[in-house]
Every structure is written in C-alpha cells, then in structure tokens.
C-alpha cells in the first residue's frame, strides 16, 4: 500500500514509517518541519499543517494517490482546565481531532468509488478516560474517538476501513506543546499527579513507539481488524477496568491505585 502518516517527525509516527517501510509498504512521511524527516525511509518526505487548508491540499497534490492514512500528528495542552485558554483548548482540538478529517476529506471521494482505502486514527486511552490536568488533550481525544466510530459506521458501506489505535503511556510521551499551571491551590494535584503514568506502565516501565507502530501496521494490513485496538498493558488495563465499572467504582479504583487524595 502507499500509506500517508501524519505527524511522522518523531516518537509513534516516525516508527511507523519505519515499520511500514519494513513491511513494504510505500510511505509518505509528513510533518510541519518537513526537514525533521531527513533520516526516515520513506518514498517521500512533504511538509503537511494538519490545520492548514492549504498546506493539505498542497501535501495531497504531491503525494499523489494513496490506499490509506495514519492520523498520528497530535498536540496538547497542560493544566487544569480553570488555567487553560479556550484558545489552547481549540488549538489542541483543531489539531488532533479537526484536522485528521481536513487530511480525509479530500481523499474520500476515489476511495467511495474505487470501493477501499484505510483509515488508522491514532487516539489513546485518553480518548476513553479522562484525567486531571489533560483535559484539553482528553478532551480533543475523545472528538476523535467520536469522529472516528461515526466514519466506520458511513463509509465502511463503500469498502473503507476505519481504525482507532489507542496506546496508553509511551515512552518518548508526547511533546507538550503549551503548560497552563494555574494558581498555587493546584499545586498539591500537580504534585500528586507527578510521575502517574510510570504508575500505571509498571515495572517493565512504558513501552517504546514500536509498539503502537506495529498495531498500527497490523491494523493497515488485517481487514478484521476491529474498530478500536488497545496498545499497552496500562491500556487494556485501564479500559477493561472502565467498562466493568461505574462511574464511583472506577474513581475509587483509581485513587486507590494511584494513591490520589485530591
């Protein structure tokens, strides 16, 4: 397959391309910072802004056509969400939950009517499970999740496949783009908070973007490949614990596992 991935520079879509690249496939690499991707294999490195109407069609004109998508470029926000700009909160969902479809649109079209094509949206558990002091990139995450199970359900009548990947905590985590700390009451949540995700990826501690970048080629090549694939023991943990439980059930679980007292 030629396969576009978004966001490849680094961490989970620059070891997709690798992986892809491995399998055979023919990859498009894109990133903002197009010169970022100097060191990937793939057949082509462009510059695409996932927010940017231009940028995407100008990506898509030089990529030519493809068989599939990876959605991985994302951004977040850090702070309670008393303290984060709703500016910052729309920055975050324009990117991470607007713009994989900006990237979609223009492509569904052939795909409706050559009968295929493949779409891998790379959410998280967070997509599922909130949490304190990532709300806006939750928030952004779960529009994805929404997104992405409304697309299965449309287009999976003309032959295209939609995939929603969600790891838990890997490691390199994720650039924070934007740190909101808020007043000083919040202080004892940040401090509680500090160093959960080592928390919940235990002893063997998180694992590398590997992982998530073969579930993602997985996905790419299995057609029964469900819509929504968990990456990470901390991933199906957390999500198994979540539909098990109620609301109060699963708040309690949590603290106690993570000794939060706020």
Request: glycine share 8%; proline share 7%.
């Given at each position: 397959m030629r396969v576009l991935v978004t966001g490849a520079a680094r961490a989970i879509g620059a070891a997709t391309v690798r992986e892809l690249v491995a399998r055979?496939?023919?990859v498009v690499a894109t990133a903002r910072e197009p010169e970022l991707l100097a060191g990937l294999p793939a057949a082509q490195?462009?510059?695409?802004?996932v927010t940017d109407d231009r940028s995407v069609r100008a990506a898509h004109v030089a990529a030519g056509e493809v068989d599939a998508v990876v959605n991985n470029a994302a951004t977040t926000a850090h702070g309670p969400?008393?303290?984060v700009p709703p500016a910052a909160l729309a920055a975050v969902l324009e990117t991470n939950a607007v713009g994989p479809l900006r990237v979609l649109q223009p492509l569904l079209p052939a795909w409706r009517a050559r009968g295929r094509g493949v779409i891998v949206n790379v959410s998280s558990v967070q997509g599922r499970v909130a949490t304190p002091l990532s709300g806006a990139y939750a928030a952004s995450k779960h529009a994805l999740e929404a997104l992405s199970e409304t697309l299965h359900y449309e287009l999976g009548h003309f032959g295209?496949?939609?995939v929603l990947v969600e790891p838990g905590f890997v490691a390199p985590g994720m650039k924070v783009e934007a740190t909101y700390p808020g007043p000083?009451?919040?202080?004892a949540l940040q401090a509680q908070w500090e160093g959960v995700d080592d928390v919940l990826a235990g002893p063997g501690?998180?694992?590398g973007p590997e992982t998530v970048a073969t579930a993602v080629a997985d996905a790419l090549e299995d057609p029964a490949t469900p819509l929504r694939v968990e990456v990470g023991d901390?991933?199906?943990s957390i999500l198994a614990a979540r539909r098990q439980l109620d609301d109060v059930a699963f708040e309690a679980a949590m603290r106690q596992v993570l000794g939060i007292t706020w």
């Amino acid at each position: 397959m030629r396969v576009l991935v978004t966001g490849a520079a680094r961490a989970i879509g620059a070891a997709t391309v690798r992986e892809l690249v491995a399998r055979g496939h023919q990859v498009v690499a894109t990133a903002r910072e197009p010169e970022l991707l100097a060191g990937l294999p793939a057949a082509q490195r462009l510059a695409l802004d996932v927010t940017d109407d231009r940028s995407v069609r100008a990506a898509h004109v030089a990529a030519g056509e493809v068989d599939a998508v990876v959605n991985n470029a994302a951004t977040t926000a850090h702070g309670p969400l008393e303290a984060v700009p709703p500016a910052a909160l729309a920055a975050v969902l324009e990117t991470n939950a607007v713009g994989p479809l900006r990237v979609l649109q223009p492509l569904l079209p052939a795909w409706r009517a050559r009968g295929r094509g493949v779409i891998v949206n790379v959410s998280s558990v967070q997509g599922r499970v909130a949490t304190p002091l990532s709300g806006a990139y939750a928030a952004s995450k779960h529009a994805l999740e929404a997104l992405s199970e409304t697309l299965h359900y449309e287009l999976g009548h003309f032959g295209i496949r939609v995939v929603l990947v969600e790891p838990g905590f890997v490691a390199p985590g994720m650039k924070v783009e934007a740190t909101y700390p808020g007043p000083p009451v919040y202080e004892a949540l940040q401090a509680q908070w500090e160093g959960v995700d080592d928390v919940l990826a235990g002893p063997g501690g998180r694992p590398g973007p590997e992982t998530v970048a073969t579930a993602v080629a997985d996905a790419l090549e299995d057609p029964a490949t469900p819509l929504r694939v968990e990456v990470g023991d901390d991933a199906r943990s957390i999500l198994a614990a979540r539909r098990q439980l109620d609301d109060v059930a699963f708040e309690a679980a949590m603290r106690q596992v993570l000794g939060i007292t706020w």
